[in-house]
Protein backbone atom coordinates (compact mmCIF):
# COMPACT_ATOMS: atom_id res chain seq x y z
CA UNK A 1 0.00 0.00 0.00
CA UNK A 2 1.40 3.11 -0.98
CA UNK A 3 1.84 6.39 0.85
CA UNK A 4 -1.20 8.24 -0.86
CA UNK A 5 -3.54 5.23 -0.39
CA UNK A 6 -2.91 4.92 3.45
CA UNK A 7 -3.75 8.77 3.79
CA UNK A 8 -6.85 8.28 1.81
CA UNK A 9 -7.36 5.19 4.06
CA UNK A 10 -7.25 7.14 7.17
CA UNK A 11 -9.14 10.38 6.03
CA UNK A 12 -12.10 7.72 4.79
CA UNK A 13 -12.08 6.06 8.81
CA UNK A 14 -11.79 9.76 10.12
CA UNK A 15 -15.28 11.03 7.70
CA UNK A 16 -16.95 7.41 9.25
CA UNK A 17 -16.09 8.26 12.36
CA UNK A 18 -17.37 11.79 12.36
CA UNK A 19 -20.31 10.37 10.89
CA UNK A 20 -20.99 8.02 13.65
CA UNK A 21 -20.31 10.94 16.28
CA UNK A 22 -23.07 13.04 14.84
CA UNK A 23 -25.11 10.36 15.20
CA UNK A 24 -24.58 9.56 18.45
CA UNK A 25 -24.63 13.12 19.46
CA UNK A 26 -28.25 12.98 17.50
CA UNK A 27 -29.19 9.98 19.61
CA UNK A 28 -28.00 11.33 22.70
CA UNK A 29 -29.89 14.49 22.08
CA UNK A 30 -33.30 13.10 21.73
CA UNK A 31 -33.17 11.07 24.87
CA UNK A 32 -31.93 14.18 26.64
CA UNK A 33 -35.09 15.70 25.22
CA UNK A 34 -37.04 13.21 26.20
CA UNK A 35 -36.17 13.23 29.57
CA UNK A 36 -36.56 16.85 30.04
CA UNK A 37 -39.98 16.21 28.80
CA UNK A 38 -40.75 13.96 31.49
CA UNK A 39 -39.39 16.14 34.35
CA UNK A 40 -41.11 19.08 32.95
CA UNK A 41 -44.72 19.88 34.61
CA UNK A 42 -45.72 22.00 32.30
CA UNK A 43 -45.59 19.62 29.75
CA UNK A 44 -48.92 18.41 28.34
CA UNK A 45 -49.17 14.19 28.32
CA UNK A 46 -49.95 14.58 24.64
CA UNK A 47 -48.30 17.35 23.21
CA UNK A 48 -44.76 17.35 25.11
CA UNK A 49 -43.02 20.16 26.65
CA UNK A 50 -44.57 23.76 26.25
CA UNK A 51 -43.65 25.20 22.78
CA UNK A 52 -42.78 28.64 24.71
CA UNK A 53 -41.44 28.04 28.10
CA UNK A 54 -39.95 31.40 30.03
CA UNK A 55 -36.83 32.06 28.47
CA UNK A 56 -33.42 32.54 31.19
CA UNK A 57 -32.28 35.55 31.22
CA UNK A 58 -28.79 34.93 31.97
CA UNK A 59 -28.75 32.66 29.19
CA UNK A 60 -26.97 33.32 26.09
CA UNK A 61 -29.12 33.22 22.89
CA UNK A 62 -26.18 33.07 20.78
CA UNK A 63 -25.48 34.65 17.37
CA UNK A 64 -26.38 33.52 13.60
CA UNK A 65 -22.73 31.49 13.42
CA UNK A 66 -23.82 29.44 16.44
CA UNK A 67 -25.28 26.85 14.27
CA UNK A 68 -22.80 24.77 12.37
CA UNK A 69 -22.53 24.79 8.53
CA UNK A 70 -23.77 22.45 6.82
CA UNK A 71 -21.08 20.17 5.96
CA UNK A 72 -20.07 18.89 2.41
CA UNK A 73 -21.74 15.79 1.76
CA UNK A 74 -18.80 12.70 1.81
CA UNK A 75 -18.91 9.67 -0.94
CA UNK A 76 -19.26 7.31 2.12
CA UNK A 77 -22.23 9.38 3.19
CA UNK A 78 -24.01 9.94 -0.41
CA UNK A 79 -23.47 5.52 -0.51
CA UNK A 80 -24.92 4.89 3.18
CA UNK A 81 -27.72 7.98 2.29
CA UNK A 82 -27.37 9.41 5.34
CA UNK A 83 -27.34 12.61 5.61
CA UNK A 84 -24.45 14.72 6.00
CA UNK A 85 -26.02 17.40 7.77
CA UNK A 86 -25.65 17.38 11.79
CA UNK A 87 -28.09 16.50 14.12
CA UNK A 88 -28.54 19.96 16.11
CA UNK A 89 -30.89 22.59 15.90
CA UNK A 90 -34.40 23.17 16.89
CA UNK A 91 -36.48 23.36 13.51
CA UNK A 92 -38.31 21.10 10.95
CA UNK A 93 -35.49 19.83 9.49
CA UNK A 94 -33.68 18.70 12.54
CA UNK A 95 -33.55 14.85 12.34
CA UNK A 96 -35.16 14.37 9.03
CA UNK A 97 -33.19 11.65 6.94
CA UNK A 98 -32.57 12.24 3.32
CA UNK A 99 -34.36 9.11 2.37
CA UNK A 100 -37.50 10.56 3.65
CA UNK A 101 -39.47 11.06 1.01
CA UNK A 102 -41.99 13.28 2.82
CA UNK A 103 -38.87 15.82 3.95
CA UNK A 104 -37.37 15.51 0.69
CA UNK A 105 -40.97 16.42 -1.18
CA UNK A 106 -42.80 18.54 1.25
CA UNK A 107 -39.33 20.52 1.90
CA UNK A 108 -37.09 20.43 -0.83
CA UNK A 109 -39.16 20.05 -3.56
CA UNK A 110 -42.48 22.44 -2.53
CA UNK A 111 -39.61 25.09 -1.37
CA UNK A 112 -38.50 24.91 -4.78
CA UNK A 113 -41.48 25.11 -6.93
CA UNK A 114 -42.95 27.61 -4.42
CA UNK A 115 -39.45 29.75 -4.67
CA UNK A 116 -39.99 28.94 -8.55
CA UNK A 117 -43.74 30.16 -8.21
CA UNK A 118 -42.35 34.08 -5.85
CA UNK A 119 -40.17 34.59 -9.27
CA UNK A 120 -42.70 34.53 -11.51
CA UNK A 121 -45.32 36.49 -9.35
CA UNK A 122 -42.88 39.24 -9.34
CA UNK A 123 -42.38 38.97 -13.00
CA UNK A 124 -46.11 38.99 -13.63
CA UNK A 125 -46.67 41.60 -11.16
CA UNK A 126 -44.53 43.75 -12.89
CA UNK A 127 -46.13 43.27 -16.09
CA UNK A 128 -49.23 44.36 -14.63
CA UNK A 129 -47.92 47.39 -12.83
CA UNK A 130 -46.24 48.34 -16.63
CA UNK A 131 -49.55 47.57 -18.58
CA UNK A 132 -51.77 50.06 -15.81
CA UNK A 133 -49.54 52.05 -15.11
CA UNK A 134 -49.78 51.65 -11.30
CA UNK A 135 -45.79 52.46 -11.12
CA UNK A 136 -43.26 53.86 -12.64
CA UNK A 137 -40.08 52.24 -13.58
CA UNK A 138 -37.89 53.40 -10.47
CA UNK A 139 -41.17 52.40 -8.01
CA UNK A 140 -41.63 48.97 -10.06
CA UNK A 141 -37.05 48.68 -9.31
CA UNK A 142 -37.64 49.42 -5.67
CA UNK A 143 -40.55 46.94 -4.61
CA UNK A 144 -38.47 44.38 -6.80
CA UNK A 145 -35.18 44.63 -4.41
CA UNK A 146 -37.42 45.48 -1.26
CA UNK A 147 -39.07 42.33 -1.44
CA UNK A 148 -35.98 40.55 -2.51
CA UNK A 149 -34.23 41.69 0.47
CA UNK A 150 -37.11 40.71 2.49
CA UNK A 151 -37.63 37.51 1.34
CA UNK A 152 -33.86 36.38 1.56
CA UNK A 153 -33.89 37.88 4.93
CA UNK A 154 -36.64 35.42 6.28
CA UNK A 155 -35.10 32.56 4.35
CA UNK A 156 -31.56 33.10 5.90
CA UNK A 157 -33.59 33.88 9.13
CA UNK A 158 -35.18 30.64 9.03
CA UNK A 159 -32.21 28.41 8.61
CA UNK A 160 -29.89 30.30 10.74
CA UNK A 161 -32.50 31.19 13.68
CA UNK A 162 -34.63 28.49 13.56
CA UNK A 163 -32.63 25.48 11.91
CA UNK A 164 -35.09 24.97 9.16
CA UNK A 165 -32.05 24.51 7.02
CA UNK A 166 -34.20 23.69 3.58
CA UNK A 167 -36.73 25.55 3.55
CA UNK A 168 -34.14 28.26 4.47
CA UNK A 169 -31.97 28.22 2.09
CA UNK A 170 -34.51 27.78 -0.62
CA UNK A 171 -36.02 30.81 0.34
CA UNK A 172 -33.02 33.06 0.48
CA UNK A 173 -32.06 31.66 -2.88
CA UNK A 174 -35.33 33.02 -4.13
CA UNK A 175 -34.91 36.40 -2.86
CA UNK A 176 -31.14 36.90 -4.16
CA UNK A 177 -32.97 36.01 -7.59
CA UNK A 178 -35.62 38.43 -7.44
CA UNK A 179 -33.37 41.10 -5.56
CA UNK A 180 -30.57 40.76 -8.46
CA UNK A 181 -33.10 40.71 -11.72
CA UNK A 182 -35.01 43.97 -10.33
CA UNK A 183 -31.52 45.70 -10.63
CA UNK A 184 -30.36 44.23 -13.64
CA UNK A 185 -34.21 45.52 -15.12
CA UNK A 186 -33.11 48.99 -14.84
CA UNK A 187 -30.56 48.79 -17.24
CA UNK A 188 -31.35 45.52 -19.16
CA UNK A 189 -34.92 46.49 -20.40
CA UNK A 190 -34.17 49.11 -22.58
CA UNK A 191 -37.30 51.12 -21.81
CA UNK A 192 -36.38 51.21 -17.85
CA UNK A 193 -32.83 52.30 -18.91
CA UNK A 194 -34.39 55.42 -21.20
CA UNK A 195 -36.97 56.48 -18.05
CA UNK A 196 -34.47 55.83 -15.16
CA UNK A 197 -31.15 57.06 -17.15
CA UNK A 198 -29.31 54.29 -15.57
CA UNK A 199 -25.82 54.32 -15.92
CA UNK A 200 -23.93 50.87 -16.77
CA UNK A 201 -21.33 51.44 -13.74
CA UNK A 202 -24.10 51.90 -11.39
CA UNK A 203 -25.98 49.03 -11.96
CA UNK A 204 -22.96 46.64 -12.38
CA UNK A 205 -21.66 48.53 -8.69
CA UNK A 206 -25.25 47.15 -7.45
CA UNK A 207 -25.15 43.80 -8.83
CA UNK A 208 -21.22 43.47 -7.74
CA UNK A 209 -22.69 44.48 -3.82
CA UNK A 210 -25.19 41.56 -4.20
CA UNK A 211 -23.00 39.39 -4.80
CA UNK A 212 -20.42 40.08 -2.68
CA UNK A 213 -22.52 40.57 0.34
CA UNK A 214 -24.75 37.40 -0.35
CA UNK A 215 -21.55 35.46 -0.81
CA UNK A 216 -20.06 36.63 2.24
CA UNK A 217 -23.32 35.82 4.35
CA UNK A 218 -23.35 32.33 2.64
CA UNK A 219 -19.60 31.54 3.78
CA UNK A 220 -20.56 32.56 7.44
CA UNK A 221 -23.75 30.79 7.41
CA UNK A 222 -22.03 27.65 5.91
CA UNK A 223 -24.93 27.85 2.61
CA UNK A 224 -23.21 26.51 -0.39
CA UNK A 225 -26.44 26.67 -2.37
CA UNK A 226 -26.72 29.86 -1.83
CA UNK A 227 -23.30 30.82 -2.30
CA UNK A 228 -23.19 28.89 -5.49
CA UNK A 229 -26.05 30.84 -7.07
CA UNK A 230 -24.71 34.18 -5.96
CA UNK A 231 -21.23 33.23 -8.21
CA UNK A 232 -23.55 32.53 -10.82
CA UNK A 233 -25.16 35.45 -10.53
CA UNK A 234 -21.74 37.22 -10.52
CA UNK A 235 -21.27 35.24 -14.00
CA UNK A 236 -23.79 36.89 -15.07
CA UNK A 237 -22.75 40.25 -13.83
CA UNK A 238 -19.29 39.76 -15.99
CA UNK A 239 -21.40 38.65 -19.20
CA UNK A 240 -23.23 42.07 -18.70
CA UNK A 241 -20.22 44.08 -18.65
CA UNK A 242 -19.53 43.39 -22.13
CA UNK A 243 -21.25 46.34 -22.57
CA UNK A 244 -18.80 48.61 -21.23
CA UNK A 245 -16.90 51.10 -23.33
CA UNK A 246 -13.63 49.74 -21.72
CA UNK A 247 -13.25 45.87 -23.50
CA UNK A 248 -10.73 45.09 -20.15
CA UNK A 249 -13.80 45.20 -17.58
CA UNK A 250 -15.23 41.97 -18.48
CA UNK A 251 -12.10 40.05 -18.31
CA UNK A 252 -10.55 41.63 -14.69
CA UNK A 253 -13.95 41.24 -13.59
CA UNK A 254 -14.16 37.63 -14.58
CA UNK A 255 -10.63 36.84 -13.16
CA UNK A 256 -11.35 38.50 -10.15
CA UNK A 257 -14.87 36.47 -9.91
CA UNK A 258 -12.64 33.20 -10.17
CA UNK A 259 -9.89 34.50 -7.44
CA UNK A 260 -12.97 34.92 -4.95
CA UNK A 261 -14.46 31.18 -5.96
CA UNK A 262 -11.01 29.66 -4.96
CA UNK A 263 -10.37 31.82 -1.90
CA UNK A 264 -13.97 30.42 -0.75
CA UNK A 265 -13.28 27.18 -1.40
CA UNK A 266 -10.08 27.01 0.28
CA UNK A 267 -12.13 28.16 3.62
CA UNK A 268 -15.24 26.26 3.00
CA UNK A 269 -14.46 22.26 1.85
CA UNK A 270 -16.69 23.51 -1.42
CA UNK A 271 -14.82 22.18 -4.12
CA UNK A 272 -17.77 22.03 -6.71
CA UNK A 273 -17.79 25.18 -6.68
CA UNK A 274 -14.36 25.96 -8.00
CA UNK A 275 -14.48 23.01 -10.55
CA UNK A 276 -18.04 24.09 -11.67
CA UNK A 277 -16.56 27.90 -11.83
CA UNK A 278 -14.06 26.77 -14.28
CA UNK A 279 -17.00 26.49 -17.00
CA UNK A 280 -18.01 29.52 -16.92
CA UNK A 281 -15.19 31.45 -16.25
CA UNK A 282 -14.53 30.20 -20.13
CA UNK A 283 -17.71 30.29 -21.34
CA UNK A 284 -17.71 34.36 -20.19
CA UNK A 285 -14.51 34.88 -21.75
CA UNK A 286 -15.56 33.04 -24.86
CA UNK A 287 -18.98 35.35 -25.36
CA UNK A 288 -16.54 38.34 -24.39
CA UNK A 289 -14.39 37.31 -27.49
CA UNK A 290 -17.57 36.73 -29.64
CA UNK A 291 -19.25 40.13 -28.70
CA UNK A 292 -16.71 42.39 -28.27
CA UNK A 293 -13.79 40.87 -30.57
CA UNK A 294 -11.10 42.33 -28.31
CA UNK A 295 -7.37 42.62 -29.26
CA UNK A 296 -5.94 39.12 -29.19
CA UNK A 297 -3.05 39.74 -27.14
CA UNK A 298 -5.40 41.01 -24.28
CA UNK A 299 -7.63 37.40 -24.73
CA UNK A 300 -4.21 36.03 -24.63
CA UNK A 301 -3.69 37.40 -21.06
CA UNK A 302 -6.95 37.02 -19.79
CA UNK A 303 -6.56 33.23 -20.47
CA UNK A 304 -3.56 33.24 -18.85
CA UNK A 305 -4.33 34.78 -16.21
CA UNK A 306 -7.71 32.41 -15.34
CA UNK A 307 -5.33 29.57 -15.80
CA UNK A 308 -2.59 30.91 -12.99
CA UNK A 309 -5.61 31.72 -10.42
CA UNK A 310 -6.59 28.01 -10.78
CA UNK A 311 -3.43 26.38 -10.96
CA UNK A 312 -2.19 28.27 -7.52
CA UNK A 313 -6.34 27.30 -6.33
CA UNK A 314 -5.52 23.39 -7.20
CA UNK A 315 -2.01 23.90 -5.56
CA UNK A 316 -3.76 25.23 -2.32
CA UNK A 317 -6.75 22.74 -2.24
CA UNK A 318 -4.53 19.80 -2.56
CA UNK A 319 -3.25 20.80 0.40
CA UNK A 320 -6.01 19.95 2.61
CA UNK A 321 -6.50 16.69 5.02
CA UNK A 322 -10.32 15.96 2.75
CA UNK A 323 -10.24 12.84 0.63
CA UNK A 324 -12.76 10.71 -0.59
CA UNK A 325 -13.66 9.67 -4.43
CA UNK A 326 -15.67 12.70 -5.05
CA UNK A 327 -13.15 15.37 -3.53
CA UNK A 328 -10.57 14.12 -5.94
CA UNK A 329 -13.56 13.68 -8.81
CA UNK A 330 -13.96 17.48 -8.00
CA UNK A 331 -9.56 18.36 -8.03
CA UNK A 332 -9.52 16.47 -11.46
CA UNK A 333 -12.27 18.59 -13.12
CA UNK A 334 -10.71 21.43 -12.05
CA UNK A 335 -6.86 21.00 -13.44
CA UNK A 336 -8.54 19.55 -16.56
CA UNK A 337 -11.31 21.73 -17.34
CA UNK A 338 -8.59 24.55 -16.59
CA UNK A 339 -5.92 23.44 -19.14
CA UNK A 340 -8.76 22.44 -21.75
CA UNK A 341 -9.74 26.39 -21.68
CA UNK A 342 -6.80 28.02 -21.25
CA UNK A 343 -5.04 25.90 -23.91
CA UNK A 344 -8.09 26.65 -26.42
CA UNK A 345 -8.00 30.67 -25.95
CA UNK A 346 -4.67 30.96 -25.37
CA UNK A 347 -3.06 29.22 -28.48
CA UNK A 348 -5.85 30.69 -30.68
CA UNK A 349 -5.13 33.91 -29.56
CA UNK A 350 -1.40 34.02 -30.14
CA UNK A 351 -2.51 32.56 -33.31
CA UNK A 352 -4.16 35.11 -34.60
CA UNK A 353 -2.12 37.87 -32.88
CA UNK A 354 1.34 36.79 -34.26
CA UNK A 355 0.52 34.87 -37.54
CA UNK A 356 4.14 35.73 -39.17
CA UNK A 357 5.48 34.87 -35.85
CA UNK A 358 5.87 31.42 -35.49
CA UNK A 359 4.10 31.01 -32.06
CA UNK A 360 2.41 27.82 -33.06
CA UNK A 361 2.23 25.57 -30.32
CA UNK A 362 3.34 28.07 -27.89
CA UNK A 363 -0.08 28.32 -26.05
CA UNK A 364 -0.45 24.93 -25.52
CA UNK A 365 3.27 24.66 -24.49
CA UNK A 366 3.10 27.23 -21.05
CA UNK A 367 -0.29 25.29 -20.75
CA UNK A 368 1.49 22.05 -20.35
CA UNK A 369 4.47 23.91 -18.27
CA UNK A 370 1.89 24.77 -15.78
CA UNK A 371 0.81 21.96 -15.23
CA UNK A 372 4.02 20.33 -14.92
CA UNK A 373 4.93 22.88 -12.33
CA UNK A 374 2.00 22.30 -10.34
CA UNK A 375 2.88 18.50 -10.58
CA UNK A 376 6.25 18.95 -8.93
CA UNK A 377 5.11 21.42 -6.58
CA UNK A 378 2.62 19.40 -4.72
CA UNK A 379 4.03 16.57 -4.95
CA UNK A 380 7.20 17.55 -3.20
CA UNK A 381 5.35 18.64 0.11
CA UNK A 382 3.59 17.07 2.32
CA UNK A 383 0.08 16.47 0.40
CA UNK A 384 -1.74 14.95 -1.94
CA UNK A 385 0.02 15.45 -5.47
CA UNK A 386 -2.03 16.88 -8.54
CA UNK A 387 -1.72 13.66 -10.30
CA UNK A 388 -4.16 15.03 -13.03
CA UNK A 389 -1.90 17.62 -13.57
CA UNK A 390 1.01 15.17 -14.09
CA UNK A 391 -0.72 13.20 -16.91
CA UNK A 392 -2.24 16.16 -18.57
CA UNK A 393 1.30 17.86 -18.52
CA UNK A 394 2.19 15.05 -21.39
CA UNK A 395 -1.10 15.50 -24.11
CA UNK A 396 -0.89 18.74 -24.16
CA UNK A 397 2.74 19.31 -24.77
CA UNK A 398 2.48 16.79 -27.64
CA UNK A 399 -0.63 19.30 -29.04
CA UNK A 400 2.18 22.00 -28.79
CA UNK A 401 4.62 19.77 -30.81
CA UNK A 402 1.74 18.43 -33.53
CA UNK A 403 0.64 22.30 -33.86
CA UNK A 404 4.13 23.44 -34.64
CA UNK A 405 5.53 20.70 -37.06
CA UNK A 406 4.60 18.57 -40.11
CA UNK A 407 3.54 15.31 -39.37
CA UNK A 408 6.88 13.69 -39.72
CA UNK A 409 8.22 16.52 -36.97
CA UNK A 410 5.45 15.48 -35.08
CA UNK A 411 5.99 11.68 -35.10
CA UNK A 412 9.51 12.48 -34.08
CA UNK A 413 8.90 14.97 -31.63
CA UNK A 414 5.88 12.12 -29.79
CA UNK A 415 8.87 9.68 -29.77
CA UNK A 416 10.97 11.91 -27.77
CA UNK A 417 8.33 13.25 -25.78
CA UNK A 418 7.20 10.03 -24.82
CA UNK A 419 10.33 8.96 -24.08
CA UNK A 420 11.64 11.95 -21.97
CA UNK A 421 8.28 11.13 -19.98
CA UNK A 422 8.96 7.40 -18.62
CA UNK A 423 12.17 8.80 -18.16
CA UNK A 424 11.68 11.65 -15.76
CA UNK A 425 8.64 9.38 -14.39
CA UNK A 426 11.43 6.96 -13.45
CA UNK A 427 14.17 9.70 -11.88
CA UNK A 428 11.52 11.69 -10.43
CA UNK A 429 9.30 8.77 -8.90
CA UNK A 430 6.28 10.46 -10.63
CA UNK A 431 4.10 8.14 -11.73
CA UNK A 432 1.26 10.12 -13.05
CA UNK A 433 4.07 11.34 -15.58
CA UNK A 434 4.23 8.00 -17.14
CA UNK A 435 0.93 7.55 -17.47
CA UNK A 436 0.08 10.49 -19.64
CA UNK A 437 2.80 8.86 -21.32
CA UNK A 438 0.93 5.50 -22.10
CA UNK A 439 -2.38 7.98 -23.27
CA UNK A 440 0.40 9.61 -26.01
CA UNK A 441 1.55 6.09 -27.19
CA UNK A 442 -2.39 5.19 -28.18
CA UNK A 443 -1.84 8.80 -29.87
CA UNK A 444 1.35 8.22 -31.49
CA UNK A 445 0.23 4.81 -32.88
CA UNK A 446 -3.26 5.94 -34.30
CA UNK A 447 -1.29 8.83 -35.86
CA UNK A 448 0.96 6.39 -37.50
CA UNK A 449 -1.21 4.27 -38.88
CA UNK A 450 -4.14 6.81 -40.49
CA UNK A 451 -1.94 9.80 -40.94
CA UNK A 452 1.63 8.80 -41.99
CA UNK A 453 0.52 6.16 -44.39
CA UNK A 454 -1.13 8.49 -46.23
CA UNK A 455 0.71 11.06 -46.01
CA UNK A 456 4.64 10.42 -45.94
CA UNK A 457 6.54 9.60 -48.81
CA UNK A 458 7.13 5.95 -49.35
CA UNK A 459 11.24 4.35 -49.89
CA UNK A 460 12.17 5.93 -52.93
CA UNK A 461 16.47 5.04 -53.94
CA UNK A 462 16.05 7.92 -56.08
CA UNK A 463 14.98 10.39 -53.32
CA UNK A 464 17.32 9.13 -50.04
CA UNK A 465 16.15 12.56 -48.38
CA UNK A 466 12.46 11.84 -48.98
CA UNK A 467 13.37 8.59 -47.74
CA UNK A 468 14.98 9.41 -44.99
CA UNK A 469 11.71 11.75 -43.67
CA UNK A 470 9.32 9.51 -45.18
CA UNK A 471 7.26 6.65 -43.56
CA UNK A 472 10.23 3.89 -43.75
CA UNK A 473 12.08 5.93 -40.99
CA UNK A 474 9.03 7.36 -39.06
CA UNK A 475 7.23 4.05 -38.65
CA UNK A 476 10.37 2.26 -37.92
CA UNK A 477 11.12 4.65 -35.23
CA UNK A 478 7.71 4.68 -34.01
CA UNK A 479 8.26 0.71 -33.54
CA UNK A 480 11.41 0.34 -32.17
CA UNK A 481 10.52 2.93 -29.31
CA UNK A 482 7.22 0.85 -28.64
CA UNK A 483 9.20 -2.42 -28.50
CA UNK A 484 11.92 -1.25 -26.37
CA UNK A 485 9.29 0.68 -23.71
CA UNK A 486 7.53 -2.83 -23.94
CA UNK A 487 10.99 -4.18 -22.48
CA UNK A 488 11.64 -1.61 -20.16
CA UNK A 489 8.13 -1.92 -18.44
CA UNK A 490 8.34 -5.40 -18.33
CA UNK A 491 11.73 -5.02 -16.42
CA UNK A 492 11.04 -2.34 -14.23
CA UNK A 493 7.99 -3.61 -12.26
CA UNK A 494 9.14 -2.83 -8.87
CA UNK A 495 8.85 0.87 -9.92
CA UNK A 496 5.04 1.06 -11.41
CA UNK A 497 2.14 1.87 -9.37
CA UNK A 498 -0.34 -0.04 -7.86
CA UNK A 499 -2.50 0.34 -10.31
CA UNK A 500 -0.12 -0.19 -13.47
CA UNK A 501 1.38 -3.43 -11.37
CA UNK A 502 -2.16 -5.08 -11.41
CA UNK A 503 -2.26 -4.81 -15.20
CA UNK A 504 1.36 -5.05 -15.90
CA UNK A 505 0.62 -7.47 -18.71
CA UNK A 506 -1.98 -4.98 -20.06
CA UNK A 507 0.71 -2.16 -19.75
CA UNK A 508 3.89 -3.81 -21.45
CA UNK A 509 1.34 -6.35 -23.61
CA UNK A 510 -0.10 -3.30 -25.14
CA UNK A 511 2.66 -1.62 -26.04
CA UNK A 512 4.32 -4.64 -27.82
CA UNK A 513 1.40 -5.27 -29.55
CA UNK A 514 1.06 -1.50 -31.05
CA UNK A 515 4.47 -1.59 -32.07
CA UNK A 516 3.42 -5.38 -33.96
CA UNK A 517 0.99 -3.37 -35.65
CA UNK A 518 2.92 -0.59 -36.81
CA UNK A 519 5.43 -3.32 -38.11
CA UNK A 520 2.89 -4.94 -40.43
CA UNK A 521 1.47 -1.38 -41.33
CA UNK A 522 4.72 -0.76 -42.65
CA UNK A 523 5.23 -4.10 -44.23
CA UNK A 524 1.91 -3.39 -45.84
CA UNK A 525 2.25 0.00 -47.55
CA UNK A 526 6.22 -0.80 -48.66
CA UNK A 527 5.41 -4.30 -50.34
CA UNK A 528 2.36 -5.48 -52.66
CA UNK A 529 1.47 -8.45 -53.61
CA UNK A 530 2.02 -11.33 -52.48
CA UNK A 531 5.30 -9.79 -50.92
CA UNK A 532 3.12 -8.44 -48.03
CA UNK A 533 2.38 -12.27 -46.93
CA UNK A 534 5.42 -13.82 -46.82
CA UNK A 535 7.02 -10.73 -45.50
CA UNK A 536 4.36 -10.82 -42.65
CA UNK A 537 4.92 -14.88 -42.44
CA UNK A 538 8.76 -14.26 -42.19
CA UNK A 539 8.30 -11.58 -39.82
CA UNK A 540 5.84 -13.78 -37.38
CA UNK A 541 8.51 -16.79 -37.90
CA UNK A 542 11.18 -14.03 -36.76
CA UNK A 543 9.17 -13.38 -33.21
CA UNK A 544 8.84 -16.64 -32.73
CA UNK A 545 12.36 -17.30 -32.84
CA UNK A 546 13.07 -14.28 -30.39
CA UNK A 547 10.29 -15.54 -28.29
CA UNK A 548 12.36 -19.08 -27.73
CA UNK A 549 15.60 -17.47 -27.62
CA UNK A 550 14.74 -15.37 -24.81
CA UNK A 551 12.75 -17.49 -23.53
CA UNK A 552 9.83 -15.01 -23.28
CA UNK A 553 6.17 -16.79 -23.75
CA UNK A 554 5.12 -13.41 -24.65
CA UNK A 555 6.79 -12.49 -27.89
CA UNK A 556 6.01 -15.82 -29.27
CA UNK A 557 2.70 -15.03 -28.61
CA UNK A 558 3.03 -11.82 -30.95
CA UNK A 559 5.01 -14.38 -33.16
CA UNK A 560 1.57 -16.89 -33.20
CA UNK A 561 -0.83 -13.73 -33.78
CA UNK A 562 0.87 -12.21 -36.89
CA UNK A 563 0.83 -15.97 -38.03
CA UNK A 564 -2.66 -16.06 -37.94
CA UNK A 565 -3.09 -12.85 -39.23
CA UNK A 566 -1.05 -13.83 -42.48
CA UNK A 567 -3.20 -16.67 -42.66
CA UNK A 568 -6.41 -14.91 -42.75
CA UNK A 569 -5.39 -12.50 -45.31
CA UNK A 570 -3.70 -15.18 -47.43
CA UNK A 571 -7.24 -17.23 -47.48
CA UNK A 572 -9.53 -14.25 -47.27
CA UNK A 573 -7.86 -11.21 -49.49
CA UNK A 574 -5.39 -13.44 -51.75
CA UNK A 575 -7.25 -15.98 -52.84
CA UNK A 576 -9.39 -13.96 -54.78
CA UNK A 577 -7.40 -10.18 -54.86
CA UNK A 578 -4.11 -11.99 -56.69
CA UNK A 579 -3.53 -13.54 -59.97
CA UNK A 580 -3.04 -17.11 -60.41
CA UNK A 581 0.55 -16.90 -60.09
CA UNK A 582 0.68 -14.34 -57.07
CA UNK A 583 -1.90 -16.47 -55.00
CA UNK A 584 0.27 -19.88 -55.75
CA UNK A 585 3.52 -18.28 -54.47
CA UNK A 586 1.34 -16.64 -51.43
CA UNK A 587 0.12 -19.80 -50.07
CA UNK A 588 3.16 -22.41 -50.95
CA UNK A 589 5.42 -18.99 -49.24
CA UNK A 590 2.91 -19.30 -46.25
CA UNK A 591 2.47 -22.86 -46.08
CA UNK A 592 5.98 -23.35 -45.19
CA UNK A 593 6.76 -20.70 -42.73
CA UNK A 594 3.80 -22.12 -40.94
CA UNK A 595 4.92 -25.97 -41.08
CA UNK A 596 8.27 -24.67 -40.07
CA UNK A 597 6.89 -22.43 -36.97
CA UNK A 598 4.40 -25.56 -36.09
CA UNK A 599 8.09 -27.62 -36.21
CA UNK A 600 9.85 -25.53 -33.80
CA UNK A 601 6.82 -25.81 -31.55
CA UNK A 602 7.30 -29.52 -31.63
CA UNK A 603 10.53 -29.81 -31.09
CA UNK A 604 10.88 -27.29 -27.86
CA UNK A 605 7.89 -29.24 -26.61
CA UNK A 606 9.71 -32.31 -26.88
CA UNK A 607 8.01 -36.08 -26.38
CA UNK A 608 6.62 -36.02 -22.89
CA UNK A 609 4.31 -32.79 -24.05
CA UNK A 610 5.75 -30.83 -21.66
CA UNK A 611 4.38 -27.53 -21.47
CA UNK A 612 6.71 -25.02 -22.85
CA UNK A 613 8.75 -22.80 -20.43
CA UNK A 614 9.47 -18.98 -19.74
CA UNK A 615 7.97 -16.04 -18.25
CA UNK A 616 5.14 -13.64 -19.71
Known amino acids: MTDDDLREEVGRLREEVDALQRRLDAVESAVDADDGAARDPTADPLTGPSPNPDPDPTADTGSPTDLPPDPEPTADAGRSGEAAEPATGTGADAGHDRGDWESVVGVRWLGLAGALAVVVGVVLFVRLAIDRGLLGPPGRVAVGVAGGLLLFGTGRYAAVRQGVRRWGRVAAGAGLAVTYFSLYAAYGLE????????????????????????????????????????????????????????????????????????????????????????????????????????????????????????????????????????????LVILTLSNAVGAGVLVEGALQEAFPAAGVEGLGLAAVAAGLAG????????????????????????????GVAAGPFGTTLGWIGLLLSAVAVARRADAPAVRIGGHGLTAALTAKVLFVDTETLAGFDPGAPVATLTGRPVAIGLAAAALYGLAWYLDAVEPSLTDYERSRRLSVDAGYAVAATALVLALLGVELSGFGVSVAWALFGLALLGVGFAVDRRGVRALGVGVLGVTTAKVFLYDTSGLDTVARTLSFLAVGVVLLAASYVYARARGDGGVDLPGRG
Open 191 to 330: SYRAAIGTPLWAVLAALTAVVAVTVALSVRDGAPLVAGEAFLLGYVTAAVATDATTVVVTPVYVVLLSAAVVAVATVRPWRGLAAASVVATFAVLGGWILRVDPPRAGVAVAALAAFVVYLGGSYVLHGGDRSGRAHRLR
Open 374 to 401: VHAATDRRRARSDHAAGAAAVPFAAAAV
